[in-house]
Structure formats: C-alpha cells, structure tokens
C-alpha cells in the first residue's frame, strides 16, 4: 500500500489549518492597525506661530477640547479608533470562526466506529462472546468453494480469503476477504496511525482503481467505497470497507454496477460477522 506522507483527512492536518488560519488572522489584524496609526490619530494641526489666546477665549477653547477639541479633530480621532478596532475585531473574529470550522477525523482505532458484534458490552456477570468472522456459505446467488485454494503458490492481501461461484462452473466469481485486528497486530498497529480514508485511499491507489465512489457503509458503520480496475481488460469491480476493527475487500470477477457491488458488499460483510 502507499503511505501519504501528509493525510488531509487527519486530525493533526486539521489542526495545522486552524493554527495556519489564526496566523493568518492576527497578522492582518495586525497589519491593519499598523497602516492606520496616523488616520486614527488624526490630531489636529496647531501652528507654532499663533498668537495665544486672551484668557476669555482660552477657557472656552479648553471646554470645546473636553467636547472633542476646538475644530471636533480629536472626535473624529476617537472614532477612527474604534472603526480600526471594529475592522481589527472583525478580522480575528472571522480568522477563529474558519479556524473552529476546520474538523479532522481520528485515527481509525479511535474512530468510534466497528461491527455491533465488539461494541456490544455485557450486563454486570454476564460473559461476552468473542466476535467471529468466517466466510458465509451462501450470499444471494454466489455459494462458496471448498477444495483448492486459487491463490496458491501466490502472494496473499493480510487476513483471510474465501471464493464464490456464482454461474455453477466452479471457477471463482468472486473473492471475499477479511483483516481483522484479533488475528494481525500489524493492522491494529496502523489503525492506529491511520484515519478510515486514509486507509480507502491507500488499497485502491495501490490497485490502481479508477471511478472510486463512496457509498453508505450501512449499520455496521465505517466507511465503505468501490472503484473499477482500470488494468483489467473486464473493468473488474472492487469494493473495499473499514472500520476500527476491520479492514474487507470484495473482488468480482467481471465488470458491473459501483452500486450493486457495494449492496453485495454489505451483504458479505454481515453475513460474516458472528458472535461465537
């Protein structure tokens, strides 16, 4: 599979746009209030050369600076100042606002998503069933082969694997496969690192997917999407879903519907889950 280095769908990415933004933010405020230092003061301009005033017309010159100075200069200062502050204000207010706005998902481990089968918890006493996932017999018109394994002799995806008939031939039309956290720690290990779509983007970027489309992961939660190999002559159709604890992959054989895979997809996943 392939790493990104840098996953937009994470929680720490999220985190670096809302710390980017705020930044962002308190430099313009910032500069906005540096550029309007000498408008805001605006104070009024006295000329050294005036003759001062007699002692009359000092006093009511005193009383119309109390109102705002002599010329109203130093009113219209005081409100440029708060017209800069409200610009300033406004500025970070909008800065923080789009910095909250920005949500990541959790690691897959921690995404408090799963099979009902491990969120399940008992009643004081009672013992919980281990959760068993093995490959159902029949799904819809596809019923499992027994005998030699197709993949033989060849290098295997993690977990278990299970083949369809589907047309009665005996040759597979269908690959149903399963990781899951009780039997590899290495998955537990990156979903721990990992956010769900991370995870998706990584098994069809390394097959090579085209098309790939979300769907509704059903009850079970997760996140579920399908894609066809572009490589494969009969646009064979793949369907992949995750969650905290699981990791699945259904491969048709030939070419078919992105919806109609992911309908048959949630079927398989269902139909495997057991509590033992």
Request: glycine share 12%; proline share 6%; aromatic share 8%.
């Amino acid at each position: 599979m392939i790493t990104l280095a840098v996953d937009p769908s994470s929680e720490a990415f999220a985190q670096g746009q809302a710390i980017g933004t705020l930044l962002v933010a308190v430099m313009a405020a910032a500069l906005v209030w540096r550029l309007t230092r000498s408008w805001r003061r605006g104070a009024p301009h006295v000329s050294a050369a005036a003759a001062p005033l007699p002692l009359a017309e000092a006093a009511v010159a005193d009383a119309r600076t109390v109102d705002g100075g002599a010329d109203g200069s130093w009113a219209r200062a005081r409100r440029r100042q708060w017209i800069a502050l409200g610009a300033v204000a406004a500025i970070v207010a909008v800065g923080v606002t789009k910095a909250l706005s920005y949500e990541g998902q959790p690691p897959a481990a921690r995404s408090g998503t799963g099979s009902r089968a491990v969120q399940v918890t008992a009643e004081p006493g009672e013992t919980v069933p281990a959760r068993a996932i093995e490959g159902p017999a029949q799904v819809g018109g596809y019923r499992i082969l027994a005998g030699a394994d197709p993949l033989k002799g060849r290098k295997k995806p993690p977990g278990r694997q299970w083949f369809y008939d589907r047309d009665g031939d005996g040759a597979p039309d269908l690959m149903f496969g399963v990781d899951a956290v009780e039997w590899d720690p290495s998955l537990g290990a990156q979903k721990q690192g990992r956010t769900l779509d991370q995870e998706l983007r990584d098994f069809f970027a390394g097959a090579k997917a085209q098309d790939v489309t979300p769907f509704d992961a059903g009850p079970w939660g997760g996140k579920l999407s399908c894609g066809f190999l572009g490589a494969s002559a009969q646009r064979q159709t793949v369907c992949a879903w995750t969650d905290a604890q699981t990791f699945g992959s259904v491969l048709f054989a030939g070419d078919g519907d992105l919806a109609e895979a992911a309908r048959t997809t949630l079927a398989f996943r269902t139909a495997a889950e057991k509590r033992g």
